[in-house]
């Protein structure tokens, strides 16, 4: 019996990883997901293009899981690449220790340059270094006395001049007021500008050449569409910027701009900007932008979980526990908690050939009181228990019911499970299809006529294929919606 | 700017938009491609053979790049692919309406910020029309353009002026979107058009909006009513409006600070702001403006929904017209919400604010 369990799942491990392969035919779905998806989030087409064509190149050929479609497979690679291209993670502001720093900011007008100025000044003085701002935005009315207002708020030193019209002579002028003040950090704030007007690119110029500053920071609005492209190549090719932060990321704006801003410059993406307040920034994180850009979370989780659960050195480890004859119920317990995320278990035995179903019968396994029992009543086992359930007489059952608070024939149960599961996915994965029928009526009519209920969910419910309560499925999308949430924050 | 005015001076198109449509569009069922469609197909094919057999040169190339990292490659290769122009799209002679051309259709659509939807539903009504015969750039760019400015006449219109002064204006919009400089500009217009304009200063959350506001009143001359920074926006509205009613203002501007459309109870306070000004003039807001920057993609549907729906906005600016972005969410905008562009802002200065004009942004978008 425990040797079938062990062949059993094994197999079905095996044959979850599938034998399909992606290919340019089975991809084209999920390219167009992707390309949609992507464009609809504000990623210039032309890198979108490129971006998919080189991910579906790369994809080509890759195993298709047994348990995933094509495009899940391939939306899951997707994301991993957009992962990669939006980093690697780099939110260090280079601040020379001892020596003053400067920092030059640039970008289109309203992106968030001057809120942007006074965060960093936040981020600098946590860091017990003394920041300094100098307004050389002299275009916008009051932008001056709006980083004045900013630099009383968070005692920060603010160096402006009335009336001064050349931006170039106010920094060099702010520099040295900055140096006699002992600033640590200076922060440049210059005028929002078109990127094609080029007597006003010029100017920047001017400055970044005669200021030298040591970091260039471009600021980028969250909500930029197609255009990014044109502005953070301009940007980039008059003053080769050292780093990106993208702003009011707070909002619903997919910021797919940031893909484009990446792609154009190469250059780290710095902080993204997530409110009004001073403390609204913060550090860069490619997984979570990736996923806010893609919004195709669920295919990925689910892609994920999949990839997870088959990952090839757990199974490899499996693999060698059962070889040497040492798989054990708490090694049931350990598979069966791995296959616990809500729906994704029911998920992958329903795609399993011949495993429909005995999904089935397993369906409320899903639940997750079920499975909290399952794995109380393991864990209440001695390991020598776990390892040889025929030890387990009246008293140790009695025992382990105690310690996890349930009846004693709901051990048995248990065990009488275990015991019952090993054939049917032997059969199900190896047997031919007239022998699975009969091993599930079998098994049907063996379970149907157990008076107790084993594990109070392994039951079979006739042909409704229904497995959760309206209340059950809501916990689970709201659980999914948190997982959600808590990505796209990240 | 100087870059908006150019534009338009150069795209008076050989073939006028109006009478190009009128004939093109009934001569193109599906009957007429297989008449004359497919003699010009074979024409067509050495060209396009040719084509192809550029492309897969460049696919070898990237294959080269995956082995040494593909995302490197493909950061360095993405800066030669953005010099693609509509004219790209036709050699003299035209081109075969094929797949190709119109993923490249596409693409010129997308890249005006139109959306995904809007771009394949012109994509995909002039591969109805065209599809397998041999056109002419101004042909379909005529046909779009037509297309475009149609949707967005539907929904036209001028800033409203109440029959019974004072006419209230209340702007809106997110951070940054260009609402300040927008109001000073029109009520500059305002002003030299000879009316008494009074502006309210209702920004009183960012810091030196007021000032920014109040200096500009001072360049346009005409009246402001400010309060102290962190004042309540109501409480500014509500003296504006005596103010303007008292003293008989033609027009009253409110400036509000920006806001992002997902935050709820800042949308709320702009209903609140409503409320204020119907207990002085019943029948105000006269109009609603939601001041949109012309850099900004898809996000501005959902601040058009947004807004909308808690502000009630009856027409759109569309600022920063004068950059290199084309502003085509509008066109979704319109079609979905029905709000019509009033002004367009093409420039920082007082007098950089023009009124709508569907032709012109329509002949604009492909330029
Ligand atoms: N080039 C150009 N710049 C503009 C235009 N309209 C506004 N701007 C600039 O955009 C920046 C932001 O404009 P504001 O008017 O302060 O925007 P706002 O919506 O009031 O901003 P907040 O009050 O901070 O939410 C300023 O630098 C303006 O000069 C325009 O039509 N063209
Ligand atoms: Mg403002």
Redesign the interface.
Known sequence: MFQSLQDGLLSAFKSLQGKGKLTEANMRDGIAMVERSLVEADVNIDVVRKFVADVSEAAEGRRVLLSLRPHEEFIKIVFEELVNLLGPVDNALALRRGEMTTIMMCGLQGAGKTTTCGKLAVVIKEQKLKPFLIAADLQRPAAIEQLHVLGKQLGVGVFSKEGATDPVSVCREGIAAAKSAHADVVILDTAGRLAIDAELMEQLKQIDRQINPNQVLLVVDGMTGQDAVNSAKAFNDALSLDGVIMTKLDGDARGGALLSVKAVTSVPIKFIGTGEHMDALEPFRPEGMASRILSMGDIVEVAREAHRMIDERERKAIEERMSKGVFTLGDFRDMMQKLRKPGLMTKMLSLMPGMGELSKIMGNVDNEKEMSRLTGIVDSMTPNERRNPKLIDTSRRNRIAAGCGVQPNQVSDLIKQFDMIGPMLQMATAGSTSDKMKMLQQMQGMMANDPFNPLGGMKIKGNTGKRLTPKEREKLLKEREKLLRKKKRG | ?V?WRKKRADTSEPTHPQSASTETVPTNRVADDSKNGPSEAKGESPQQDGRAGSNSAE?TD??H??KVG??R???????D??N?DIRDLWKSEGRLVDDEFLSDL??IL????M??SMATSIRDSIRDQYRGRKVQQSEILAVIRERVAQSLKDRGGSLKLAAEKPTVILVVG?????KTTSIAKLANRLTKSGRRVLLAAGDT?????V??L???SERIGCDIVTAD?GADPGSVAFRAMQRAVDESFDVCIIDTAGR????SHLMQQLEKIKRVLQKKVPDAPHEVLLVL?A??????I??AKGFSEAAGCTGIVLA?L?????GG?IIPIAEQFGLPVKFIGVG?KLDDLEEFSPDEFAAALFS
Request: without cysteine; positive net charge.
């Open positions: 700017m870059f696919s990237s294959t790049a995956k593909w995302f490659g493909f950061l360095k290769k993405t800066n692919v953005f693609t596409y693409a997308v890249r005006t910020d959306g995904p997110v951070n940054g979107s260009g959350f960012r810091a030196a909006a000032e920014q109040r200096i500009w920074s992002l459309q997902t935050q920057d850099t900004a993609g898809q996000n501005a959902s601040q920063k004068d950059g290199s972005a084309k969410v920082e």
